[in-house]
């Protein structure tokens, strides 16, 4: 008996055997996307790579969540695409909706004011919305409640390298929270008062933070020290969340739920455009120990206009889309520091 992979082995007649979908013993975990009925096509594309890539050998359940019922075509599509459970989520609207404590007045001026400063998507009520759930509620839904560790994945995104073992159990078996691909500054204009915001909450609540957190990591910028200015003192640097992977628990714990409540109070998903990948990674990089978080340097990945393209035989990457320039790419990347940590 010798052990390949987490489903595959060498039994004693020596026969190598593949685990079903019915036989291997998979985490407690699920790939999760928020997605649109028109999204289909996007979302497939996105699926055949998943498959073919990683999951037809763990066959780990989807989750699909919207805001509105799906239609029968959109399950029937995906149904057709994946032999794992597949389970379609709408999302209840006080979940999904504008909380009753934003203040319209206020919310319009401010928005007004971002809007002149050419903020994107910053009059868009649903992607607020959507910003908001990514941050603080998807773990809620009670489909959700029964996983441990998600995968979250978006619509038209390309996932480039073939990868052979199981990223859930590696998360489960190395004590990891968190894991992403890709690290970015944000336009500061979008979280002007998280972190003010934020340190009002440690001054009140300073037993929520970890000891080995990411502290110089959220502050430091060397790039853009204008950004600092903007923020109050966060970098706007932050894991990008249309891909990662993720412990939920980790969310639904204390620190998260109390330091969620707070920002919630303070309105910036509206009043601003604080994103979900900055409220996942100041949170992470606060309250986790930061050795649990880790960089999947072996995933291809791409979600325009950025890419992250392991040096492998086992990646299949197309040439540059060529989406934007190289400069403005490299400009808003940020990896270094969090690789600089890791060290
Ligand atoms: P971007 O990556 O920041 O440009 O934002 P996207 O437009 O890609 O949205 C992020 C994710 O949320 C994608 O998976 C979208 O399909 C999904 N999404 C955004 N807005 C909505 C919405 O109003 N309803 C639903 N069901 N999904 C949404
Ligand atoms: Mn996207």
Known sequence: FSKLTYNEYVNSDGVRVVLGKDEYPRANAT???LVRNQELKD????????E???????????T?????????????????????????????????????NIDPDIEREKISKLTEKGVLYIDKDSYHNMCRFNSGY??????????KYYWRFEPATDYYCSVDYDLFKFMEDNNKTYGFTISLYDNPLTVETLWPVTLDFLKENPQYVHPNGAFRWLTENVQHPDYTKTTGGYSTCHFWSNFEIGDMDFYRGEAYTKWMDALEEAG???????????????GLGLFEDRSKIHWFRDIGYHHSPYKNIPNSDKCNAPEDSGYFSPEDVYDQNCLSNWIRLEM
């Open 31 to 33: 790939l999760l996307t």
């Open 43 to 50: 979302i497939i594309h996105t699926l055949r790579q998943l």
């Open 52 to 62: 073919a890539n990683w999951n037809h050998k763990f066959h780990y359940p989807y």
């Open 64 to 100: 699909f969540t919207n805001d509105e019922p799906f239609t029968d075509e959109f399950k029937e599509t995906i149904r057709r695409h994946t032999v794992s459970d597949c389970y379609f989520e709408v999302i209840p609207p006080e979940i999904w909706n504008k909380p009753s």
């Open 138 to 147: 998807f773990y809620h839904l009670e489909r959700l409640k029964q996983f």
């Open 268 to 282: 910036g998903f509206y009043y601003e455009r604080w994103g979900d990948a900055p409220v996942h990674s100041v």
